[in-house]
């Protein structure tokens, strides 16, 4: 929640308050040891990263570098940039009118420190709120030095400066942050020329402009991301630059199958309800396409994959229930399939897998599926609704199938209490959740090979 901005409005006002100019790192220091001493947490919403990235980031900005965040896509890089900006006062005091946003105490450019002299306490303070001290670049290969740096402004000069009146220069987007965070994201991609004109900024914190030097007294903190050279292709971090960056941090996946639920809970905007043992193997289905061999590793399966794998099988358990008049929309096993026909082009297969991905993305699921089934069923013992099965009954099931249909063909076991054993393994309480969780079960004891299944025209039957 954001609070009001105080209601200093001069530079008198400002110093009789006892306010104390810090330097961007200094600040960014100093909340981050201040929340880490409270227990707060500095990066919310940042899943798999607490025992390896964090704690270099961490150092890093102790330690007042520019970072930049190498990994392959959908690792959270931009997410993890993002969060920087909490780190920030929530609001700080910036000469109204100062197209840098500089400090009343501080002024850098020629207009700003003719004004305060000219001024003095009566210089007007407005306040900037820590949202808009954070910018962010795409790094395109049309991107000029004019964007990041400046330019000179002709509208100025044909107002009657001169070329040489520091005034007639347009800022770009790094002095624009002064006193802010810079993002650069996928900085390879920017052309090695462009990159060029970072390095002063960097280290000497100066811009150059046209051949105008221009000593500003620059106070912004560059990171960036990158992906891994050897993928890309596109291009790469010149040497120079990647040496001002003080730290290159490695990002990585979720090294665990809970990390990566716990990602997709956050991340998926779901319109219909999807059971945690679904999500769990959408995790376990990402992961094995992540150690698969005929998967293209160097491009990586994002996080991303998952996400939009939960979002699909949400929306075909919208789509069945409205078209089946069901009174809850709850996604079954059954709907993982709807995932897999829409995200393969999502994954980059080995040049010698041509023609084989649906088979390859079928076998993974199938183990995805497998291995959860183990895990939350385990053990139970399902020999009568084996038995069943192969003395005839049949149970069928589909994307456009109803869950009370599917609970109806659900085979009477007299007294076993299986189908309830396993809604209470799967916390399923609602016919919906139910019938997911006995297909779950099915699917279960057709990889064990105990029954058959054959799968046409949209449904599947159970045998």
Same mark, same amino acid.
């Not at 001069?10 to 409270?38: F, K, Y």
């Not at 500095?42 to 961490?58: A, K, S």
């Not at 306490?121 to 795409?138: C, G, I, M």
């Not at 999500?279 to 996400?307: C, H, K, M, P, Y």
């Given at each position: ?61 102790? %330690?007042?570098?520019?970072? *930049? ?6 690792? #959270? ?6 969060? @920087?900006?909490?780190?920030?006062? =929530? ?13 009343? &105490? ?11 002299? =000219? ?40 107002? #009657? ?20 965070? *810079? %993002? ?6 920017? /052309? ?25 007294? @620059? ?25 001002? &960056? ?38 376990? &289905?990402?992961?094995?396409?992540? =150690? ?8 990586? *399966? ?18 069945? /229930? ?5 009174? !809850? %929309? ?18 980059? &297969?080995?040049?010698?897998?041509? #023609?084989?991905? $649906? ?26 609704? *084996? ?8 149970? %069928? ?27 209470? $393994? ?12 006995? =297909? ?7 990889? !064990? ?7 046409? #025209? ?6």
């Amino acid at each position: 929640m954001t609070t009001p901005p105080p209601a200093i409005v001069t530079t008198g006002q400002l110093r009789a308050s006892g306010h104390v100019h810090r330097p961007l790192r200094l600040e960014i220091r100093e909340n981050l040891l201040a929340a880490l001493a409270e227990g707060r947490d500095p990066w919310p919403g940042i899943h798999g990263f607490d025992d390896t990235v964090i704690p270099q980031l961490e150092r890093a900005l102790l %330690a007042g570098h520019d970072v *930049v965040l190498l990994g392959e896509r959908g690792q #959270g890089k931009t997410r993890l940039l993002r969060s @920087l900006g909490g780190l920030l006062d =929530e609001w700080t005091p910036v000469i109204d009118g100062s197209e840098l946003g500089e400090h009343p &105490f501080h002024p850098i450019t020629p207009a700003s420190i003719r004004r305060a002299a =000219e001024l003095g306490d009566d210089l007007p303070v407005a306040w900037r709120h820590r949202s808009e001290r954070y910018a962010e670049k795409l790094a395109t290969p049309d991107t000029s030095v004019a964007d990041l740096i400046g330019d000179v402004d002709p509208i100025r000069v044909a107002e #009657g400066r001169s070329l040489g009146d520091p005034e007639t220069i347009h800022y770009g987007l790094v002095p624009r942050s002064h006193r802010g965070i *810079v %993002a650069i994201n996928e900085l390879p991609d920017l /052309a090695e020329r462009i990159q060029v004109s970072l390095l002063n900024v960097m280290e000497e914190r100066d811009i150059q402009i046209r051949g105008y030097v221009l000593r500003l007294d @620059l106070d912004v903190l560059v990171v960036a991301t990158a992906n891994p050279e050897d993928y890309t292709n596109r291009g790469r971090i010149i040497t120079p630059l990647q040496d001002r &960056f003080g730290a290159e941090i490695r990002t990585h996946y979720p090294q665990t199958i809970e990390e990566e639920v716990d990602i997709i809970r956050q991340e998926a905007d779901l319109v219909a309800d999807v059971p945690a043992h679904l999500l769990e193997i959408l995790a376990r &289905f990402t992961r094995n396409l992540r =150690e698969s061999d005929a998967v293209d590793q160097r491009a990586g *399966v994002s996080a991303r994959f998952a996400i939009a794998g939960a979002e699909t099988i949400a929306a075909a358990a919208l789509h069945r /229930a409205t078209r089946q008049h069901e009174p !809850e %929309a709850v996604a079954r096993p059954v709907d993982l399939e709807t995932a897999v026909e829409v995200l393969g082009g999502k994954i980059e &297969f080995e040049t010698g897998e041509e #023609g084989r991905e $649906r088979a390859i993305l079928d076998h993974l699921l199938r183990t995805a599926v497998a291995a959860t089934a183990r895990a939350h069923l385990g053990g139970l013992d399902a020999r009568l609704l *084996v038995e069943a099965l192969t003395e005839g009954a049949t149970v %069928a099931t589909g994307e456009q199938v109803a869950a009370a249909d599917v609970l109806a063909a659900m085979p009477v076991l007299g007294e076993s209490d299986l189908y309830d054993e396993v809604a209470a $393994r799967l916390g399923a309480r609602t016919p919906g959740e139910r019938a997911g969780a006995l =297909e779950l079960l099915l699917e279960e004891l057709y990889l !064990e090979r105990h029954i058959g299944k054959e799968s046409a #025209g949209g449904e599947t039957v159970y045998g």
